[in-house]
């Protein structure tokens, strides 16, 4: 079974300053998938980046970009010059290999202050 | 643009009264889900289907039901809504799931018992 552990519940950071939302997950797989999607306050996800096991490289997504620490089964998000539209939910999911369904962690409330 | 379609954005319905969200997707995809995301929790997988093959979560209540007449229609159907059942419902689909498959998402149907 893949489990996914976001332990902050909330965060608050001026706009501009870079922001890193903690990931941590457990699965026995070999071969995973780690995504990231953000929630706005109208509810629909949207997809923001993903990672697989055996990328040797972290992943990067304009202002997004993906610290994956394998040995540490870390998955932590990194949002660069924040900007106000960035405050949402941020879920951390994944998929092993196979796997029909997507694990959702309790996700982060990102606050941008201005 | 292709995409995943959710009707209605806002349900209202009485205690008890069956109601019906539907979920279109105009992406071809094999798979379809079905989630339920309660107030500031992760979203909860209750089934999904691959092509035809229905998959139903182990703690997903029989209240709830579901129906793919064909690639592009998914609809979930809640026989007797409970106060307990007031959430956001989302329509997910993928290409056939790898590690490496994402899952695209519609805006959402918030359901409010009354």
């Known amino acids: 079974a893949q489990k996914i552990t976001q332990t902050q519940p909330g965060m608050f950071v001026q706009e501009k300053e870079a922001v890193t939302l903690d990931c941590t997950y457990d699965t026995s797989d070999q071969s995973y998938g780690l995504f990231w999607y953000k929630q706005p306050s109208s509810g629909e996800m949207i997809f923001l980046i993903y990672?697989?096991?055996?990328?040797?490289q972290n992943a990067t997504e304009g202002r997004y970009s993906l610290n994956f620490q394998k040995a540490r089964k870390s998955a932590n998000l990194v949002i660069s010059a924040s900007q106000l539209g960035d405050s949402a939910m941020y879920f951390c999911?994944?998929?092993?290999?196979?796997?029909?369904?997507?694990?959702f962690g309790q996700g982060t409330r990102l606050t941008i202050n201005p | 643009d292709a995409m995943v379609i959710q009707n209605p954005r806002y349900q209202v319905t009485q205690f008890g009264k069956p109601v019906t969200l539907s979920c279109s997707q105009t992406l071809n995809h094999n798979v379809m889900y079905w989630y339920q995301q309660k107030s500031s929790q992760a979203p909860k997988l209750l089934f999904h289907?691959?092509?035809?093959?229905?998959?139903n979560e182990a703690d997903t209540p029989d209240n709830f039901q579901s129906r793919r007449p064909n690639t592009s229609f998914c609809f979930l159907d809640i026989r007797s809504p409970g106060l307990g059942d007031a959430a956001m419902y989302l329509c997910?689909?993928?290409?056939?799931?790898?590690?490496?498959?994402?899952?695209?998402f519609g805006q959402g149907t918030r359901l409010t018992v009354v």
């Open positions: 997910a689909t993928s290409r056939p799931p790898t590690a490496n498959t994402e899952a695209f």
């Open positions: 999911a994944m998929r092993g290999r196979g796997a029909q369904k997507l694990v």
């Open positions: 289907y691959y092509d035809k093959d229905f998959n």
């Open positions: 990672q697989g096991s055996y990328d040797e």
